[in-house]
């Protein structure tokens, strides 16, 4: 098939009209950058075009500002670093090309996060993505691939053993039975129907090679090709983040070095830490969260500048696109590169500590003034 180029299309011919849009890579995206980056593809023919379309195709987000582009493989990062180093910077708080990502995966190191009041947080959640290295991304890679990653997940996680021990689930192959115990525990992960997704192109030949593995006390879970290669969960009931914490580093750590021993290593650079498929996760990839009920807080006047000061982001519990219910909120740390694993975890135990008591206060119809955080 002929390219752009040779049809006689210009660059102002094929530059998308983004006058109405609100995403990070809209902010950036010029036409003389994208005169230049158009001429480039990545070794996997990833193009800028195939990285931006979900920004063109979702011009802004009811609740979030989005990134507004994806990666399809390791090298898009590098490639069209002249559009993503200036997204992630502005994404990422200020992070510069010449920064360097520190990666702690070390629980002892938590202050802590065993002793969050069980009767406001209900459960907590730490979570990650990783991505292995010599495979294009859910954006990019073919049918073969995909499989391939399906294959390799599934000989590493079935050689986990102890309280780590469980089972995978091909999508496509789910009984009934399986599929509802799957709704049941909250473990099941659905064709996407976010317009991001969809436009990112990850929802291509679903399910096939698309699984969920967790272990026998459903307690760890890793996602085979969602949005990432791998989607790893550590979560339970009630306020012991620190036990969340240190069940997901363990698993986490193990995970790896299966991958290792089958002579694969996880996407990984001193300056981005771990590669993912969106630009928000780069770095360590996680989001360590809790639901917790705020009923009065939520209500407050400062509720949205407490949270922004805490350098916390809140959802409803259904994830992003959902309002909270009966006031409980899911409430995790905003960043995600720059800060190790142990800093952003302790970020979210501190916060809400913090959200907590400030509950507590209002309940009793006493003043939160003396509680407010300086900006973290």
Known sequence: MPSIQQKGLSAEDEFPDLTRHNNHMAKFLTLDMYKQLRELTTPNGFTIDDAIQTGVDNPGHPFIMTVGCVAGDEETY??????F??????????????????????????????????NYV??????????????????????????????????????????LKGTYYALKNLTEAQQQQLIDDHFLFDKPVSPLLLASGMARDWPD??????????????WVNEEDHLRVISMKKGGNMKEVFDHFCTGLTKIESL???????????????????????????LRAGVHVKLPNMS?????EKVVQRLRLQKRGTGGVDTAAVD??????????????????????????????EME???????????????QK
């Open 78 to 83: 590098e490639v069209f670093k002249e559009l």
């Open 85 to 118: 180093d200036l997204v992630i910077e502005d994404r990422h708080g200020g992070y510069k090309p010449t920064d360097k990502h520190k990666t702690d995966l070390n629980s002892a190191n938590l202050r802590g996060g065993d002793d969050l009041d069980p």
């Open 259 to 285: 991958f290792k021993e089958k002579g694969h290593e996880f996407m990984w650079n001193e300056h981005l830490g771990y590669i993912l498929t969106c630009p928000s996760n780069l770095g360590t990839g």
């Open 327 to 356: 006031g409980v909120f899911d409430i995790s740390n905003a960043d995600r590169l720059g800060l190790s694993e142990v800093e952003l975890v302790q970020l979210v135990v501190d916060g809400v500590k913090v959200l907590v």
């Open 209 to 222: 090679a698309r699984g969920i593995w967790h272990n026998d006390s459903k307690t760890f879970l890793v």
């Open 122 to 163: 209900l459960s907590s959640r730490v979570r990650t993505g990783r991505s292995i290295r010599g495979f294009c991304l859910p954006p990019c890679c073919s049918r073969g691939e995909r499989r391939a990653v399906e294959k390799l997940s599934i000989q590493a996680l079935s050689s986990l053993t102890g309280e």
């Open 299 to 303: 209500k407050h006047a400062d509720f």
């Open 360 to 374: 507590k206060r209002l309940e009793m119809d006493e003043a939160i003034d003396d509680l407010m955080p300086n």
